[in-house]
């Protein structure tokens, strides 16, 4: 059942909004108007990036800090979708800085708490997201922020795998390895995009991949069965997915749709790999649900989204932009379609469990617990 204490429930209307506005202005980048909010497509990257993903990522932090007044974070982030909605940037980007700037003050706090590299890590990923708002809101150009974005999921998704893998005997020496691959994608996010900062960029996150093919406890879940082997899967597809966003980034510099191509390779094919991979996980954490969203007919969306993603880029590299439109669309559809059935599953198994027909999922909600994209120690 729904926990009603939960006062995150309550920015959940803010968190959805933006997916579909976001996706919504996707749409309308392609070429389709399925909803011809024009707003949506200007803003689109800002609504997706901090009015979904960061809002998601801030709940789940200030759900951690003891008094939940730190909710005040998420709701200035979720609510920067109405004026960005009404057409008003200026302020939409103030309350994104606002925002990731609380994020990142979290963050100080937790790693004052917890002095170890995956907390400094997630506190790095928290200030690159500030300083891409910052660097949108300077410029004047949306797309000056968004490599701070891609490091500021970077930082905070991989600081997570190691939170969760620290107790797997891991070599050393791959620990320093990783330490490096991590500063010198820092290095790349520092230099011009358009000098050495983009392949610096690329090399850096195709090694990163690598490392967490290799090292990252999803190699071990991913041979379990059910929820598990979905996790592990997701996880281990959306490394794939990051070793292509490098590629992109070191080679295809010259294409027409290298921006797009980049853009998406990392916010659909990685990101949105993590959220599908730990969905069963993220949404009982964050919104204090017992009931997981998960069964076996997600694997038919998730097949759907990876094949329709992966349609996209390749009708990108070749110039099929009818087709790209299509497979575009669709691969937007199947992202809503995949929410709206975890919310099915949900209200199912809230129904069954009234019923008395089957037992509640929150035992193995929290078996699973520490499997989480999102969980942290408080």
Do not use: C
Request: no cysteine; charged share 10%; proline share 3%.
């Amino acid at each position: 059942m729904f926990v009603a204490s939960n006062k995150a429930l309550y920015l959940l209307p803010l968190v959805l909004l933006s997916l579909v506005l976001g996706i919504s202005g996707g749409w309308i980048r392609l070429g389709s108007l399925v909803v011809p909010i024009s707003e949506a497509g200007v803003y689109h990257g800002l609504i997706m990036t901090g009015g979904f993903l960061g809002t998601l990522i801030s709940i789940e932090r200030a759900m951690i800090m003891e008094k939940k007044t730190w909710l005040i974070i998420p709701l200035l982030t979720g609510a920067s979708l109405i004026p960005f909605f009404l057409g008003i940037d200026e302020i939409g980007l103030f309350l994104l800085m606002a925002g990731s700037l609380g994020l990142s003050l979290i963050m100080h706090l937790q790693s004052l708490k917890h002095p170890k590299f995956h907390t400094a890590l997630l506190y790095a990923g928290a200030v690159s997201w500030f300083i891409g708002n910052y660097m949108s809101w300077h410029t004047g150009l949306i797309a000056a922020g968004s490599t701070w974005w891609i490091g500021f999921l970077l930082f905070t998704i991989v600081g997570e795998r190691l939170e969760l893998s620290q107790f797997l005997p891991v070599p050393s020496w791959s620990k320093q390895a990783l330490k490096l691959l991590l500063a010198l994608f820092a290095i790349g996010l520092a230099i011009p995009f358009h000098s050495w900062g983009n392949e610096i960029m690329g090399l850096s996150t195709l090694l990163i991949s690598a490392w967490l093919l290799v090292f990252d406890m999803a190699k071990v879940i991913s041979k379990k069965s059910g929820q598990f082997r979905y996790i592990g899967i997701g996880l281990r597809v959306g490394y794939v997915w990051l070793g292509i966003h490098g590629l992109i980034l070191v080679g295809m510099e010259s294409h027409a749709l290298y921006y797009d191509l980049m853009v998406h390779t990392f916010f659909l094919g990685f990101t949105f790999s993590m959220i599908w991979a730990h969905s069963p996980i993220i949404f009982p954490t964050i919104f204090g649900i017992r009931e997981t969203p998960f069964h076996p007919i997600l694997w038919v969306t998730w097949v759907g989204f990876q094949v329709t993603l992966a349609a996209r880029i390749g009708m990108s590299l070749l110039g099929q932009f009818e087709l790209r439109k299509i497979f575009g669309v669709t691969n937007g559809y199947l992202i809503l379609l995949q929410f709206v059935l975890m919310a099915g599953i949900v209200f199912f198994k809230i129904f069954q469990s009234k019923k008395g027909k089957g037992p509640s999922n929150s035992s193995h909600s929290g078996e699973l617990k520490n499997n989480s994209l999102l969980s942290s120690h408080a």
